[in-house]
């Protein structure tokens, strides 16, 4: 069986580092197969346990040039806090370093500085603050790959060796005809340029990150266990499934359980996104790290450490931020031809000034050469989709919508039709019995309700709940049932006190070749309500009626999406007529009418038939099909864990009006990618040429080396900050 880990990465800095590390790692036999997030800095890779160990996973990446923590130990967030902290640190000095002994070397050189001082004050910044861009060129040279830091150490080297050598043996250069002038400013302030805008990078990727660190923080840190008639306060990593825990006023829940005794009003928002606070009672579940207002109760542990809702929140919300959109492998594939593209260039620049260049050739050769490897170093494609998705699943999630992965936020986009399950999902699903009519003289509507609940005593469908509860309501003794039979889409069957009876719709009666009243049956299914007809002995003997009260959200839910332009559906097993009438209250004008549990899926796929990309919202089992055909599959929340696992976007706030802000976020999360695509693309088709010198024939203009690092730095950090601003967008 395949394991899947997710471990972070150092090291890497642009598009072409994800290449080479995902190619490294896909080549590992056992390894099925490997994505690795620029943006969140991690690989998750999909293996056979029994081939692959850590240390081959481990080996693989570091072969390249980068170092993977492999390392089992869970870091806390003030752990993870503290190494981001000392990283940036070490990074804000090295750019500091870099920039005022570069300063000092370029105030040097109008004043006069003697070139052997510029070579000393040039060297630390060069093999200290630049050693990262060697310690990942050198491995990366050997596989023969290449990266951004590739392009840096090979320009930052040919400058600051050209400037040595002139330094050291000045009459050599001269013999050719060249005044021996250093470039110990261009490798010093490129270096330090490119590390500022790593920083300001890395700080800017920590605050597309926020979500996860806000819901870590939700946590609680201890729990009040009462054993043996004494409460006393543990860490919350002592906590087990089974413990007693008390929860006073303003307390965090800290795992999720069942209340046991005591009532109270909780705030459920942070998994929710609802405001309004939860009246909860003995019997009812609590969530870990929810806020309790009022009341003191006291609760069992069901579910604890990486079981719990929030747990499992984390978990879905890390792995969508480090999954890797469709639209992404476009800048992947670009940037893996890239940079060897890009040393060819520049080795063409040098040729081409070299040949026809002004005088002194060599030196307008070397100083575009170093600007073209500057300026093409493709950081800004490879953060181009991830940021925006890292931001994009956050708010989702803050908002309790989870979405599963980069490329379910990538098609919610494209859904132009949406198809709404009735049971559970439209409606509350918990539908009651409104009425009860004898359909002959042996019967009273006692005995029907009688013959009916017992019968559906075995059953687990919502409607069989609704007419056992009448029965229990109305203090009805249930009878023995033998040979009970569900069938399914029809109804159940068995016998009672040696009569045959059954209970169901239309086509069990048909089946049974039991006549049944047409008109009265049709009046109530006008009214919205699904009727059970219940059969003795091959005659009917009544009708009940069941009815499901809406959601609250279904019509707004169901007008967001019309107004937006989607067509909206509802499938449903009910018949045709109570299926019109449940619509018609939320506005739904195509309704898919007594469709068998396993024939949603086909139904689905009818629609895709269409030309049309379809979105499935439901809560059940038996939706499980329909929601892993669709286009997206979105899950309620409220529903099983066999359809959220099968969805693709999981609604935790049970709000349907977040199918409409599902799609919107997309849409919006879509825009900002491929913004940040044109421009990233955009910045290298047209400052290459620039770097190259196609300007200089006719308005004598050439890029800086420096101010080619200036631009690529500003590139990075432009794109990281257009997916910043999804965070104002409201949903």
């Known amino acids: ?149 590739t392009l840096v150490a090979i320009g930052t080297s040919v400058a600051f060796g050209y400037s040595a050598f002139v330094t050291v043996f000045p009459d050599v250069i001269r013999k050719v005809g060249v005044e021996p002038a250093p470039y110990f400013d261009v490798s010093t302030i490129i270096i330090g340029l490119i590390l500022l805008g790593r920083y300001f990078e890395a700080k800017a990727k920590a605050g597309t990150s926020e979500a996860i660190k806000r819901l870590i923080g939700l946590q609680a840190k201890t729990a009040r266990v009462v054993k043996d008639g004494q409460e006393i306060d543990i860490p919350i990593s002592e906590v087990s499934a089974g413990m007693v825990i008390r929860v006073r006023p303003g307390e965090k829940i800290p795992v999720d359980g069942e209340i046991l005794e005591g009532e109270s009003s909780i705030d459920e928002s942070m998994v929710t996104g609802e405001s309004i606070p939860v009246d909860k009672a003995k019997g009812d579940s609590v969530v870990g790290a929810t806020l309790n207002k009022t009341g003191t109760f006291t609760f069992q542990a069901t579910k604890v450490g990486r079981d719990t809702l929030l747990s499992q929140i984390i978990k879905l919300v890390e792995e969508a931020q480090s999954s890797k959109a469709p639209i992404q492998r476009l800048a992947d594939l670009i940037s893996s031809y890239f940079v060897p593209v890009v040393i060819m260039l520049a080795i063409a620049t040098f040729v081409l000034w070299y040949v026809v260049g002004p005088q002194p050739a060599f030196l307008f050769a070397m100083l575009n050469m170093v600007a073209v490897l500057i300026i093409a170093c493709p950081c800004a494609m490879g953060l181009a989709t991830p940021t925006a998705i890292m931001v994009g699943t956050g708010i989702g999630a803050e908002k309790g919508i989870l979405i599963k992965d980069a490329e379910s936020l990538e098609t919610a986009h494209k859904v132009n039709t949406v198809v709404f399950d009735k049971t559970g999902t439209l409606t509350n699903g918990k539908p009651v019995v409104t009425d009860v009519l004898v359909q002959s003289a042996k019967f009273k509507v006692q005995s029907v309700l009688q013959a009916a609940a017992s019968l559906e005593k075995g059953s687990e469908h919502s409607l069989a709940e609704a007419i056992v509860n009448k029965a229990e309501e109305e203090k009805i003794d249930l009878k023995k049932v033998e040979k009970f039979k569900a069938i399914p889409g029809h109804g159940v069957e068995g016998l ?161 009006s977040s199918v409409a802000s599902a799609i919107n976020l997309s849409k919006k999360t879509m825009r900002t990618i491929k913004l940040n695509l044109f421009w990233a693309f955009g910045y290298n088709i047209i400052l290459i040429p620039v770097a190259m010198g196609i300007l200089y024939p006719v308005f004598q203009v050439l890029m800086s080396p420096i101010l080619a690092s200036a631009a690529m730095a500003l590139s990075s950090i432009s794109v990281v900050s257009n997916s910043l601003l999804l965070k104002k967008y409201k949903i």
């Open 1 to 149: 069986m395949e394991t899947k880990k997710t471990f972070p990465i150092k090291g890497m800095h642009c598009a072409s580092c994800v290449r080479v590390i995902e190619k490294s790692l896909s080549e590992v036999a056992g390894v099925s197969s490997a994505t690795v997030n620029l943006a969140t800095e991690q690989a998750s890779v999909t293996y056979d346990p029994k081939i692959v160990t850590d240390q081959v996973l481990s080996s693989a990446v570091e072969g390249v040039g980068y170092k993977a923590e492999l390392e089992q130990k869970l870091k806390t967030d003030m752990e993870q806090k503290e190494e981001k902290k000392k990283e940036l640190s070490k990074l804000r000095n090295k750019v500091v370093f870099s920039l005022v002994l570069g300063g000092v070397v370029v105030a040097g050189g109008f004043l006069g500085m003697p070139a052997w001082m510029q070579l000393v004050l040039a060297a630390p910044v060069q093999f200290w603050a630049g050693l990262e861009f060697y310690k990942a060129t050198i491995p990366a040279l050997k596989h023969r790959t290449a990266n951004m830091d």
């Open 496 to 656: 009672i006190e040696g009569k045959k009876v059954v209970l169901g719709n239309r086509r069990l009666m048909q089946r049974e070749k039991i006549q049944i009243n047409e008109k009265e049956i049709e009046k109530l299914e006008n009214e919205g309500k699904t009727v059970m007809m219940l059969g003795v002995n091959g005659k009917l003997a009544g009708l009940i009626a069941v009815a499901d009260t809406l959601k609250t959200s279904s019509k707004e839910a169901v007008n967001k999406l019309q107004k937006m332009g989607i067509e909206v559906a509802m499938i449903t097993g009910d018949n045709k007529r109570t299926a019109q009438a449940i619509a018609a209250q939320v506005g739904i004008k195509r309704v898919l009418a007594e469709v068998l549990p396993d024939e949603k899926e086909k139904e689905v796929k009818k629609l895709q038939t269409e030309g049309k990309r379809v979105g499935f919202v439901g809560d059940g089992i038996n939706d499980a099909p329909a929601l892993a055909v669709s286009d997206v599959g979105i899950a309620m929340g409220s529903g099983t864990d066999v359809a959220i696992e099968a969805g693709d976007i999981t609604l935790i706030n049970k709000d349907l």
